[in-house]
């Protein structure tokens, strides 16, 4: 990259920066504030860089940030999708399809993820890849934005890595199987005919899981709106949710967020997952 155009990307995340309330990213904006907008440190954490590494990217320095970083500043500057292509034009890299792990998240659902309090929640797209969870979503069920490649997708990992499934009660596993085939044929049904990613993850399915293939013949169609959760979670036990979605106006994204069910002891779990935090998530978690 030219010094030109890291300066030109600098100024364009300190002015992004600027124009953000912190209460607007579920910050508290404290009695005493010496700039506009967001500190620099603020941005950092929530991008998950280091105050340095983020200092020298405002400044125009520092190497290129990749195309994760770009995602996670994006997300934490609430951009526009024109601004997030932007920034990514001013970074020198290629600006990313919809639907992988730096999809971007329209500000508006990432303004409800941050203000959705005391129950886990997370957007994923509609082939099973989670873009960004709220902290209790992660100490719940660990960092599902890690994975990349054809394994970001969570209904590949669940057909073709056993170690997914882990934290679901056996006799669970079977009906969560038959709800990702029937709602991962209704979103390939809403995306446009022969639409290559979709495509390219049914056929690798089809090669690599026979479960998968025999789901898939049945042609069941069923998105999953609201849905029983059981997860057993390895610090606080068994937690019984309703796990419940909002999609984005094209069905390409939802918001989902679990909640206590009635009856239950998992409200006071999930208030002690907060305090266990994500330090006892040991093991990859399922979805």
Not at 195 to 204: G, R, S
Not at 224 to 229: L, N
Request: a neutral charge; aromatic letters at 6%; proline letters at 6%.
């Amino acid at each position: 990259m030219s010094k030109t155009r890291y300066s030109e990307l600098g100024g364009f995340l300190r002015s992004r920066r600027e124009r953000i309330r912190p209460e607007e990213v579920g910050l508290a904006p404290g009695p005493r504030r010496r700039v506009p907008g967001l500190r620099r440190d603020e941005v950092a954490v929530l991008a998950g860089a280091s105050v340095e590494y983020y200092t020298e990217l405002e400044r125009g320095s520092g190497s290129q940030p990749s195309d994760q970083m770009l995602a996670a500043l994006a997300r934490a500057l609430r951009l526009s999708r024109d601004e997030r292509d932007h920034l990514y034009r001013l970074a020198n890299r290629p600006i990313p399809h919809q639907g992988g792990t730096a999809s971007h998240v329209h500000p508006a659902m990432l303004d409800l993820l941050t203000r959705i309090d005391g129950t886990p929640a997370m957007v994923s797209t509609d082939l099973h890849t989670v873009l960004v969870q709220n902290p209790l979503a992660i100490a719940m069920l660990g960092d599902l934005s890690a994975h990349h490649g054809r394994a970001a997708s969570f209904i590949y990992r669940w057909f073709t890595d056993p170690a997914s499934r882990q934290i679901y009660p056996q006799e669970d596993l079977a009906p969560q199987s038959r709800s990702f085939v029937a709602d991962l044929r209704a979103a390939v049904g809403r995306r446009s005919p022969g639409d290559a990613e979709a495509t390219k993850l049914v056929d690798e399915l089809l090669q690599q899981s026979p479960e998968f293939q025999a789901l898939w013949a049945d042609q069941d169609v069923e998105v999953r709106r609201d849905e029983r959760k059981r997860i057993v979670h390895p610090a606080v036990g068994m937690l019984d949710l309703n796990c419940l979605s909002l999609f984005s106006e094209d069905g390409r994204q939802r918001l989902l967020w679990f909640t206590p069910r009635a009856g239950t002891d998992t409200a006071e779990k999930l208030a002690l997952l907060t305090v266990v935090g994500t330090q006892a998530m040991q093991t990859e978690p399922a979805r």
